[in-house]
Nanobody, 124 residues
Framework: QLVESGGGEVQAGGSMKLSCAASVSTFSKYAIGWFRQAPGKERELVTAIGWSSSTYYAESVKGRFTISRDNEKKTVYLQMNALKPEDTAVYYC????????????????????WGQGTQVTVVS
């Protein structure tokens, strides 16, 4: 089970930090990804972190977003800086038991767990 927290409303240019807490004993073996879905758009993979802490970032967030993990706390964080109105979406975290983020976007329906989502709204 995954639980996201930290969403809300922020001014453009501001920052926000999301958390994804897991309740699985083998958390360190999972890859965790952050997806987002804006109204009328497809869900997209924004960033992900593998079991080895290798990371992936979509081009649209490179240099602005940072993903990290704390295996002791079984939590993955998404630090979002320089937020833009186009970052507005529902953000979901998801887990892949393979430990790799490589196929997460392509195989979304096969991921092991999803959070309930948290709304991020960036106002200009």
């Amino acid at each position: 089970q995954l639980v996201e927290s930290g969403g809300g409303e922020v001014q453009a240019g501001g920052s926000m930090k999301l958390s994804c807490a897991a309740s699985v004993s083998t958390f360190s073996k999972y890859a965790i990804g952050w997806f987002r879905q804006a109204p009328g758009k497809e869900r997209e993979l924004v960033t992900a972190i593998g079991w080895s802490s290798s990371t992936y970032y979509a081009e649209s967030v490179k240099g602005r977003f940072t993903i990290s993990r704390d295996n002791e706390k079984k939590t993955v964080y998404l630090q979002m800086n320089a937020l833009k109105p186009e970052d507005t979406a529902v953000y979901y975290c998801a887990a892949d038991g393979s430990g790799s983020w490589y196929y997460m976007e392509r195989l979304q329906d096969g991921l092991d767990a999803w959070g309930q989502g948290t709304q991020v709204t960036v106002v200009s």
